[in-house]
């Protein structure tokens, strides 16, 4: 399985920006797909995931990011407004497997927020 992360830019606060990961080598619809992130200096963290119909959310992207899939395009997409500058940092997008577990890793998509 491969996940392909795109998107990444340098944006202004307030600004909004769409990430994309799409997902070869398996059946997509049978993963929960997920979006984590990292900042310079800090530990990989939680963002948002789709699973078993529903959505989740990281407190910090509760009400600005919207998580989202198609199936058809084996793609989850991470649609992130009202930017902000601690909004910075290098996306991942995961694939769960059986019990919750990451099974696989995108490359990671940079997003630069000014202020």
């Known amino acids: 399985v491969q996940l392909q992360a795109s998107g990444g830019g340098l944006v202004q606060a307030g600004d909004s920006l769409r990430l994309s990961c799409v997902v070869s080598?398996?059946?997509?619809?049978?993963?929960?797909m997920g979006w984590f992130r990292q900042a310079p200096g800090k530990e990989r963290e939680f963002v948002a995931k789709?699973?078993?119909?529903?959505?989740f959310y990281a407190d910090s992207a509760k009400g600005r990011f919207t998580i989202s899939r198609d199936n058809a395009k084996n793609a989850v997409y991470l649609e992130m407004n009202s930017l902000k500058p601690e909004d910075t940092a290098v996306y991942y997008c995961?694939?769960?497997?059986?019990?919750?577990?990451?099974?696989?890793w995108g490359q990671g998509t940079l997003v630069t927020v000014s202020s």
């Open positions: 789709w699973s078993g119909g529903r959505a």
């Open positions: 995961a694939a769960y497997g059986v019990g919750g577990r990451i099974d696989y």
């Open positions: 080598g398996r059946t997509f619809s049978r993963y929960g």
